[in-house]
């Protein structure tokens, strides 16, 4: 059994994983990486203990130091095997990114990326929705072409809360065009601008070619976005644990 864990601007995802599939999952909520204490937040997985240790623990992360220092006295003080910090290393990996910097792209559009070839699509635009919205162009022979980022739903509403007249405002409804109220108007503007500009975003990604590409949708707030996304989408939930677990098995 290997432990996974996929650190984020805003959560932690963890999972258990076995004979090639997730078993159980979680995510606990973080202030992110500046304002969090990571040693108080780890003992909130003390949990995880119940199942005994794990043979392996992979973790892709985008937190920087202080996470992973915090989060490899955690594993040390429970007599755990010492975590593994992924990195995006074409020679094990095999995905190759046209980035001015390969650096500085996130490992968890990596692994991401990583999980679609493991599940058998060599070219893809992937769509990761978390606290940001990244969209990647993934062609033959794990060929990253580049990418797009844009605010996520969270996001977005956070920062017309933050304006006048909108601050304070409760949790509006969604689904309503056109709203007659301000946190209607919010909640549905949000939540269908983001759907058209993935749509508009990911057909400008896909390439000129008489095959078929596939779009991959994944991340925490995919399963509100996919109701209104048109054409054809594949939801996959699991892809960067699917991704973690098949870059571990390299180097």
């Known amino acids: 059994m290997k432990l996974l864990l996929d650190a984020g601007n805003s959560r932690l995802k963890w999972a258990w994983w076995a004979q090639g599939a997730v078993r159980e999952q979680g995510a606990l909520a973080h202030e992110g990486a500046a304002r969090t204490h990571w040693s108080g937040f ?13 043979a392996r623990i992979l973790c892709v992360e985008v937190l920087g130091r202080a996470f992973r220092e915090a989060l490899a006295v955690w594993a040390r003080d429970l007599g755990w095997p010492a975590p593994r910090f992924l990195s995006a290393d074409p020679a094990l990996h095999g ?22 070839r493991a599940l058998g699509h060599e070219s893809a635009v992937i769509i990761d929705c978390g606290t940001a919205v990244t969209l990647d162009r993934l062609d033959q022979c794990g ?109």
Do not use: K
């Open 42 to 54: 780890l003992s909130s997985l003390t949990a995880l203990n119940a199942g005994g240790p794990p």
């Open 143 to 251: 060929h990253h072409r580049g990418g797009l980022i844009l605010p996520g739903l969270g996001l977005m509403r956070r920062s017309l809360g933050a304006a006048p007249g909108v601050s304070g405002l409760p949790e509006g409804r969604a689904d309503c065009i056109p709203a007659v109220c301000t946190a209607d108007a919010v909640a549905t503007g949000t939540l269908i601008g983001l759907v058209a500009a993935i749509d508009h975003l990911s057909a400008q990604l896909l390439p000129d070619s008489a095959g078929p590409i596939p779009r991959l949708i994944t991340g925490g707030d995919a399963s509100q976005l996919v109701p209104h996304l048109t054409g054809d989408i594949l939801w996959l939930p699991d892809l960067v644990f699917t991704g973690l677990a098949q870059m571990g098995e390299g180097g």
């Open 95 to 116: 995905i190759t990114s046209d980035y001015h910097d390969p650096a500085r792209l996130g490992l968890d559009r990596y692994a991401a990326m990583a999980g679609a």
